[in-house]
């Protein structure tokens, strides 16, 4: 999304689900402003973050959006096929598209044509940048502060910490810098790389880009978004890549409160967070030793009293500071990220 | 490359490198009978395994090969400019090519026509199957034992050790296959998946595919070509998504004798034996716990009696068996491979 653009989020279907609507969620906290209506035809008429919901894209163009997002993240990355009329429409409309899926749309056989004879763009936000490799050794002489937020799961708000962190940490005047590595937070700064998407052996590479653009834009305070978890049996891969391609200083452990099995992989345990806290630091690159900040523990869903309880029991635990900074603010991480940076 | 199909390798200023020449050793090792010629210009009139080299295609026309398999790897999987000129005389001599790199020839707009109207093909190893996606938790359920190559860097000998221990399986009439993962390991048996040029998120499900596979090809010992390594500061992405991809019982370590820090990567030292065993173990799915079942020390260019030390100092440091699977024979290992999945 570009600054200012008016966007139509598209989210049929999965509006009211955190998991798989993750990307509109993450844009209506961060780009609230730029957000125009939503489309999801089973809760016509209600709103969300003050955002009406409509059931269809014509009654969408009351707004008059210049972009429809597609907000919903499916396992995999692909197209339920009743979306493609979804497309299909809004682009007939005059809207561009915006997409965050596996899919390519600007490779699509059908919609490419209709969206040249309509003059609107189709944006994949994975698709990797052209001229990728691998991991080269610059990322070791980035001259700034490198931390990673990783996670107990997937989809439990390492982006939103990242983010949260990156806020706090400009309001003190830090020259702090978000780096996007998925398509969310590539909606929402308008750079990056979804690095889930680029091909194996690049992984580390297009990390190591990353940090590298992050210090070019002025950051001495890099904020790193995380992807999926060291213990998640599906995605653990692009989670190291990600970790060993971006150096960092320093880790934030995200965790949801109260879970103790990977979500949608029954009999794939949670282990303590101490064992985690450890786990990632001995992961971490001899070259680049890496310390866990602190917990960010999710409360979402929890009353004041859980969520406090929930908090005292990760520190507990883990053996370090905690908050859930959407809750309790970022300061008090951003005061263990300094210190572990220091 | 098909069973029995007349084969050059083409290894120009790479063929006496073990490290970018592997493909080509790999294939003089298990595929010698169907090769007739190598090509490299530095050292014509030389052999290799005893098979010949020759300077250019067109010497190499005389032992009558049908196809051209690129025998290099290079970092990043790319072509150098120069290679491009032998290509297209291999293609306009009638060759077919089998390529393992990233660069896709039979998607490249000057080679594709050539080859087309010279009606031979562009085999692209590492291309992706179509379709591929996130594990799905249907390896766990593969009736197997899963035996997988791990190592303390890339290209020190996992395939081979998965080959020999595959090799010595099937000599003891144990209905083993081995699972390759990378191209030469796809050159050797004809079937497979790159892992490393999958995209991110579906490293996992490229892994489980192959082990579900490898079960249908009959294997009840199924013998995983290991990739890069967990602690390779820009491989370590795909070392964990293969790892959890393909649920191993069981973990063969590989470590070529003598060596302190990752090659090409200085700075990057590899810790001792005990604690690469230690990490690996703890780096395994809870849901599927592995054990280091022994070491495979790669000692070649030791003489007999360093060998014996480096394979004994070996043993001594992970305080497990330990041999050289090339130098020795495989047996040892299997039989600490068959006792720790029983």
Known sequence: MAAGERTLILAEGFSADTHYGKTMHGVLRYRRADVVAILDSARTGE???????????????????????????TQGGRF???????LRRCIERGLSIENGLHEMLADD????????????ELRDLRRPPPGLDCATGANLDVDARIVLT????CAIGKMTVSLELDRAARERGIASVFVPTGQTGIAIAGWGIAVDAVVSDFLSGAAEQLVVEGRRRGGELLLVEGQGSLIHPAYSGVTLGLYHGSVPHVLVLCHRAGATEIEGSPGHPIPSLRELVRLHERMALPRRPARVAGIAVNTAGLDEQGAAEAVAAAAEDAGLPACDPVRDGADALLDAVLDASA
Do not use: F, H, K, N
């Not at 339920?80 to 979804?86: H, V």
């Not at 990783?150 to 799961?153: A, C």
């Open 80 to 86: 339920p096929p009743a979306w493609r009329d979804l």
């Open 150 to 153: 990783v996670g107990s799961d």
């Open 109 to 120: 056989p059908e919609l490419r044509p209709l969206a040249d004879d309509a003059g609107v």
């Open 47 to 73: 709103s969300e973050a003050g955002v009406p919901i409509v059931a269809d894209v014509d009654t969408a163009l009351a707004y008059d959006p210049r972009v429809a997002l597609v907000g919903v993240a």
